[in-house]
């Protein structure tokens, strides 16, 4: 009895160039996860007329595979390149976009970006995060409140920033202390919070990879806009991951990451009060800013969608 093999593909469904990605996305199988078979077919669809409209000869298609694996390898446990190329494209503030239409009002959200650690001390109110005593002095208070602008005692307020010289900790280790402009706070039964910090600068994002590389043949610089990062979470309410922006900056109208929102855009004021400065534990002149977040409950989330 000669061996059985299986017969080739019914008819049209060879590759050919006109429906490449129609036969790909036919191989898939029948029992597949649903929501997977949807992002596929989607993906192998534009990435085939891309690859068309773009004709690539083949060192070009072996110069971006080069890319993507430049990426990958330059990526370690505090350096993630591929969200870094996610947001100098544009695509992590598109996603997040998507994934928080919220209602009016509510404090809109940014990206969270590479360099945030989990368990950031937790500190008292008024407390400076700032450990290396490098920057001019800050200032910042303000409540946190739902959409009703009812105060929420008890929520929490996570912030983190580059020191003066434009560096994340996790970039210096060993040069900066540990933990070095981050901190966890609580509101208190007012929704008030306030601590004590530096003025925010601009800085590149680290430009020495594949994805620095590609701003500077695409013409397009790395710096960020000046900006403290923050995480306010409150039971009940969907939590905000977002930004607030110094006024001053030059990059606030060409982010390279693209995360800016007028919204988050805050007064910061230069206070030269000795008095004032003494009474916040700050030398003069320090800056001041007032910023509240307002949050939205769960169940309006849902409506908005």
Known sequence: MSAQFPQGPASGS?????SSAEVVNARMGENINPRLREVMTVLVKHLHAAV???EPTHEEWLAAIKFLTETGQMCSDWRQEFILLSDVLGVSMLVDAINHRRPSGATPNTILGPFYLSNAPRYENGANICLDGKGEPLLVAGRVLNTDGQPLPNASIEVWQTNDDGFYDVQQ????????????FTTDREGKYWFRSVKPRHYPIPADGPVGKLLGSLGRHPNRAAHLHFIVTATGYDPIITHIFAPDCQYLGEDTVFGVKSELIADFKKVDDAQKAQSVGLAA???SVDWDFSLAHCK??????
Do not use: C, H, M, T
């Open 14 to 18: 060879y590759f050919d160039e006109a």
């Open 300 to 305: 309006s989330l849902q409506n908005a969608e």
């Open 173 to 184: 280790k060993g040069i900066q202390p540990d933990f070095n402009l981050r901190g966890v």
């Open 285 to 287: 002149p320090f800056w």
């Open 52 to 54: 068309k409209e773009i």
